[in-house]
C-alpha cells in the first residue's frame, strides 16, 4: 500500500508532529489526521471505513508522541500527576464508550468527521485568542482548581479524542488557560501528560477489534496499520523532546501564535479538501 516516498512523508510528518506535541501539548493528531486520510484515500479505502483507520491510528501514533514528551517533561520537573489523573480518568470511560458505539453502530461518516473536524479547528483558533488570562497565572506551580473542573475537562476530551483522533489538547489548553487559569506551559504539561493516559485503552481497544479492508495491507493488527504508525513514530522520537524544551524556554504569547498559524493552515486544507469534494 505504501511506496518509499510515503515512508519519507510520514518521518517528515512524523517529526514535525512530534515538535508539535511537545511544545503546544496537543498531541500531533492535528497533523497525524490529514496525512492519514491522505495516505488512505491514496490507497482507496472506502471514505466511511476510512473514518475508524484514521482515527484508530491517529490515536495510535499519539500514544508515542505523547509518552516521550510525557518523560521529557517529567525530567524538566515540569509534571503535574495528580492534575492528570483527575483530568484523564473520566476520558477515558467517554473515549472508549464513543471509540465503541463509532466502530458497531456506524453512525459516523466520512463527511460528517470532516465537519467536525473543521469545527474543532475553528473553534480552537476563537478560544486560544478570545481572551489572554494565563499570563498573569503561577509559571512554576497549577493555580488551585476544583477536582471537578478537571474531571468535566477530561470528559468531554475523551469524546473529541474519539470522533476527531486529536488527542484532546485542542479542548484541554483552552479550557486550561483561559477558564481554569493555567499558565501556558503548566496548561501544555497537564494535556501532554493526559493524552498520554487517554489513547493507550484507546490503543488496546482498536488493536483487538478487527477490519476487513478492500485492498492488501502489510503489517495490519485490527485497526492498527504499522507500516503508517512506526514511520510517524520514528519521525516523533527525534523532535518531541525538542518540542518541550522550546516550550519552556519560549514567550507563552509566541506559542499561541506559533500555534494559531499552523492550524490555520491545517484549517485551509480541510475546507478546500471539503469544498472541492
Do not use: C
Request: aromatic fraction near 12%; glycine fraction near 8%.
Amino acid at each position: 500500500m505504501l511506496e518509499l516516498t510515503d515512508i519519507f512523508l510520514l518521518i517528515i510528518v512524523g517529526a514535525l508532529g512530534g515538535f508539535l506535541s511537545g511544545m503546544l501539548g496537543v498531541g500531533g493528531g492535528v497533523i497525524f489526521v490529514p496525512v492519514i486520510d491522505y495516505i488512505l484515500s491514496r490507497a482507496g479505502i472506502n471514505e466511511d471505513l476510512a473514518v475508524n483507520i484514521i482515527l484508530a491510528n491517529s490515536i495510535a501514533t499519539i500514544a508515542f508522541t505523547g509518552t516521550i514528551s510525557s518523560i521529557k517533561q517529567v525530567r524538566m520537573g515540569n509534571f503535574y500527576p495528580k492534575q492528570i489523573l483527575y483530568t484523564s480518568l473520566p476520558g477515558v470511560v467517554t473515549s472508549l464508550g464513543l471509540s465503541y458505539a463509532i466502530s458497531q453502530i456506524h453512525f459516523y461518516s466520512k463527511d460528517k468527521f470532516n465537519v467536525f473536524f473543521i469545527s474543532m479547528l475553528v473553534l480552537l483558533l476563537v478560544r486560544m485568542f478570545w481572551k489572554n488570562t494565563s499570563a498573569a497565572a503561577n509559571e512554576k506551580e497549577p493555580v488551585e482548581v476544583k477536582t471537578t473542573a478537571y474531571a468535566l475537562t477530561g470528559f468531554f476530551t475523551g469524546l473529541v479524542t474519539a470522533l476527531s483522533g486529536l488527542g484532546g489538547g485542542i479542548v484541554m489548553i483552552p479550557v486550561f488557560t483561559n477558564f481554569l487559569k493555567l499558565n501556558i506551559k503548566i496548561a501544555t504539561s497537564i494535556s501532554t501528560g493526559v493524552i498520554t493516559v487517554l489513547v493507550f485503552p484507546l490503543i488496546i481497544y482498536y488493536l483487538f477489534t478487527p477490519v476487513v479492508l478492500p485492498v492488501a495491507v502489510v503489517w495490519k493488527t485490527g485497526h492498527l496499520i504499522w507500516s503508517i504508525i512506526l514511520p510517524l513514530a520514528l519521525g516523533s522520537f527525534f523532535l518531541a523532546p525538542l518540542g518541550v524544551k522550546t516550550s519552556q524556554k519560549m514567550d507563552p504569547a509566541k506559542i499561541k501564535i506559533v500555534f494559531a498559524v499552523f492550524v490555520m493552515a491545517v484549517l485551509a486544507r480541510m475546507v478546500v479538501s471539503l469544498i472541492s469534494k
